[in-house]
């Protein structure tokens, strides 16, 4: 059974990392400081919305928007057990035996990618941590719910399902992240139980995908059409929404596998190489970035906050795949993505920032942020966990302290500006901090499972969830490698 990871002195640290005294008691400072905050945050769970998908911090309730499932609970299991909060995962674990996968209100439709990365993945995770069998049976609850979606012409599943009406389809075209991010933990649930069937559904998806025709080799329209097999070509190419966690889990098959399919790493190669090729630009300020593309060839400056999970999974990709050179690259996108919070009165990245192709060519002063050199397109922080994950990664491939220092950074802004009685609120605009009515109502599940567990990671040994043995799903739910 694998042992919660709070630092002790009796643990075996490695060198190469936390090679004194010093470094490990500031590391032990911050890893405490980040459990307090996931300790504040579920109380106001608790306390307001115990049981419900998600807290609203401001207002002490509730909202149910993923269909009564209980998300947030679910998605935290396996931070409460990493972080050493043993009642508290013991009373939530007890919960989730009568929460009911196979059922939703009336006029829900379940979104299938999402519940497959918060709640089946939510699950393994837990599982694979614990080894308790009734948590792999509700995995499988949920496996066997979702599997409903995949009854397709094509074998890409219906973005969304509605369980009291299983014959309504709703739309036809499902984004790329969607259908191409079920694969590790459909994988897995077979691996786990022993039927094949969702490993099965997982790859007549991902084969969809992979044979329908595209205008560029390594890059994916965003949007393909359930019933026909064949791409949109109307929306951009991205690294960003809709299709950021479909690249990440080409690399990261190919890790869960243990590096036995090949098809994977070829794969996560070609889509490197033409990422790199068509959507990394430099700013007239020298800022490496991650924009867009359109099926025409025109180029984007935005940069989404969504894309800075990117590095992370460059610096990841680099160690697995022996392509050195990524580490560079990831080094320099890292830090654009931490600029973006630096430079932001609050500390705090925004959602969307845009870097003009100079600085005499900047079409609304108002919101253009000097220091950084770009835009703010959309100034809102959700509580994202991705410019945290990339420097999580980074540390970890190079471990180079200055990226706990920056995570640190990172998290004091968090406290200051986002806690609230009821536990952490999303803000409105990160360049005024201090402005009346600044945040918003919403506490996500994502930082619960995600943005808090790769802080607590990032000052933690690097023996607890060891990548060479682990593969974290793009909700950050540590799954084992398949090793056969």
């Keep these: 059974m694998f042992r919660y990871g709070v630092l002790q002195k009796s643990t075996t640290m490695s060198t190469a990392k936390l090679n004194d005294s010093k470094a490990f008691i500031v590391n032990h400072k911050r890893q405490r400081a980040v459990r307090d905050a996931m300790a504040h945050a579920w109380k106001g769970y608790t306390t307001f919305a115990f049981g419900k998908d998600e807290l609203k911090p401001l207002s002490y309730s509730y909202s149910q928007r993923w269909g009564n499932w209980s998300i947030s609970l679910v998605d935290a299991l396996d931070t409460l057990y990493l972080f050493g909060m043993?009642?508290?995962?013991?009373?939530?674990?007890?919960?989730?035996?009568?929460?009911?996968?196979?059922?939703?209100?009336?006029?829900?439709?379940?979104?299938?990618?999402?519940?497959?990365?918060?709640?089946?993945?939510?699950?393994?995770?837990?599982?694979?941590?614990?080894q308790d069998p009734m948590l792999l049976k509700k995995?499988?609850?949920?496996?066997?719910?979702?599997?409903l979606a995949f009854d397709t012409p094509t074998g890409i599943p219906w973005p969304t399902i509605d369980l009291n009406n299983i014959s309504s389809t709703g739309i036809t075209d499902v984004c790329i992240a969607e259908a191409g991010s079920l694969q590790l933990?459909?994988?897995?649930?077979?691996?786990?139980?022993?039927?094949?069937?969702?490993?099965?559904?997982?790859?007549?998806?991902?084969?969809?995908?992979?044979?329908?025709?595209?205008?560029?080799?390594?890059?994916?329209?965003t949007?393909?059409?359930?019933?026909?097999?064949?791409y949109n070509t109307v929306f951009p190419y991205s690294a960003g929404a809709r299709a950021d966690s479909f690249y990440e889990y080409l690399l990261k098959q190919y890790i869960l596998h243990g590096g036995r399919e090949q098809k994977y790493k070829e794969q996560y190669i070609t889509a490197t190489e033409a990422i790199v090729d068509n959507l990394v630009r430099k700013s007239h300020r020298g800022m490496t970035f991650?924009?867009?593309?359109?099926?025409?060839?025109?180029?984007?400056?935005?940069?989404?906050?969504?894309?800075?999970?990117?590095?992370?999974?460059l610096a990841l990709g680099a160690q697995v795949t022996g392509r050195k050179q990524d580490l560079d690259l990831a080094e320099k996108l890292t830090r654009t993505c931490y600029l973006s919070y630096k430079l932001m009165?609050?500390?705090?990245?925004?959602?969307?920032?845009?870097f003009p192709e100079s600085s005499t060519n900047v079409h609304n002063l108002e919101s253009y942020s000097e220091e950084l050199g770009a835009t703010i397109v959309d100034a809102r922080y959700l509580l994202r966990p991705e410019t945290l994950e990339s420097i999580f990664l980074l540390y970890r491939a190079t471990g180079n302290r200055k990226y706990q220092d920056w995570g640190w950074s990172i998290f004091e802004s968090i406290e200051r500006y986002t806690k609230v009685n009821g536990g952490y609120a999303a803000m409105l605009d990160v360049r005024k901090p201090n402005a009346p009515n600044n945040l918003n109502d919403s506490m996500e599940s994502f930082f619960l499972a995600e943005t808090l567990k790769y802080?607590?990671?990032?000052?933690?040994?690097?023996?607890?969830?060891?990548?060479?043995?682990y593969v974290l799903n793009t909700e950050a739910h540590p799954l084992r490698v398949i090793t056969v």
């Design 455 to 469: 802080l607590y990671l990032l000052f933690s040994s690097v023996d607890l969830i060891p990548l060479d043995k």
């Design 139 to 147: 995995a499988q609850e949920v496996g066997d719910t979702l599997a």
């Design 86 to 130: 043993l009642d508290e995962y013991e009373t939530a674990k007890k919960y989730v035996q009568n929460i009911d996968f196979g059922q939703s209100p009336i006029g829900h439709r379940v979104p299938v990618f999402e519940m497959t990365i918060r709640a089946l993945g939510g699950l393994l995770g837990a599982y694979e941590l614990d």
């Design 345 to 354: 009165a609050s500390g705090l990245g925004p959602e969307i920032f845009s």
């Design 223 to 230: 949007f393909i059409n359930v019933e026909t097999g064949k």
């Design 185 to 221: 933990e459909f994988a897995k649930l077979s691996e786990l139980t022993g039927n094949p069937k969702y490993r099965t559904l997982a790859d007549r998806a991902s084969e969809a995908l992979e044979k329908a025709e595209r205008q560029h080799q390594g890059l994916y329209p």
């Design 290 to 313: 991650i924009g867009s593309m359109s099926s025409t060839g025109e180029f984007y400056r935005e940069m989404e906050h969504l894309a800075c999970f990117y590095p992370g999974l």
